[in-house]
């Protein structure tokens, strides 16, 4: 079955950074659009960063442009969020997650959770002094 498995979260200082992890198995990985969610206590999950299934387009939530950055690898089956400058108000889980795309949807991205088809367990993150 298909498979989304995080890793490189952790506790870090403010002002620190960390690189997120995501590596998929059970589908064709270059044929997914791929995301990064996080859901901090007591708030809804939301969106943080997508990059669609060919690379040519990104987005970023308003909260972390300009100090996240988000790849992919497809020979690898691994989609990267490096996070820098990093804030308490980043702490939170942090989910991968793979939305299907059809034919032409090399460039769909799209931060909303209802487009995404399979969902990892979650790595937490969190900056505090």
């Known amino acids: 079955q298909s498979l989304l498995v995080e890793s490189g979260g952790g506790l870090v200082q403010p002002g620190g950074s960390l690189r997120l992890s995501c590596t998929a198995s059970?589908?064709?990985?270059?044929?997914?659009?791929m995301g990064w969610f996080r859901q901090a206590p007591g708030k809804e999950r939301e969106g943080v960063s997508c990059?669609?299934?060919?690379?040519?387009?990104?987005n970023y939530a308003d909260s972390v442009e300009g100090r996240f950055t988000i790849s992919r690898d497809n020979a690898k089956n691994t989609v990267y969020l490096q996070m820098d400058s990093l804030k308490p108000e980043d702490t939170a889980v942090y989910y991968c997650?793979?939305?299907?795309?059809?034919?032409?949807?090399?460039?769909?991205?799209?931060?909303?959770?209802?487009?995404?088809?399979?969902w990892g367990q979650g790595t937490q993150v969190t900056v505090s002094s």
């Open positions: 059970g589908f064709t990985f270059k044929t997914y659009l």
């Open positions: 990059i669609s299934s060919s690379g040519a387009s990104v």
């Open positions: 997650a793979a939305a299907r795309v059809g034919y032409g949807g090399g460039w769909f991205s799209s931060l909303d959770i209802e487009e995404y088809d399979y």
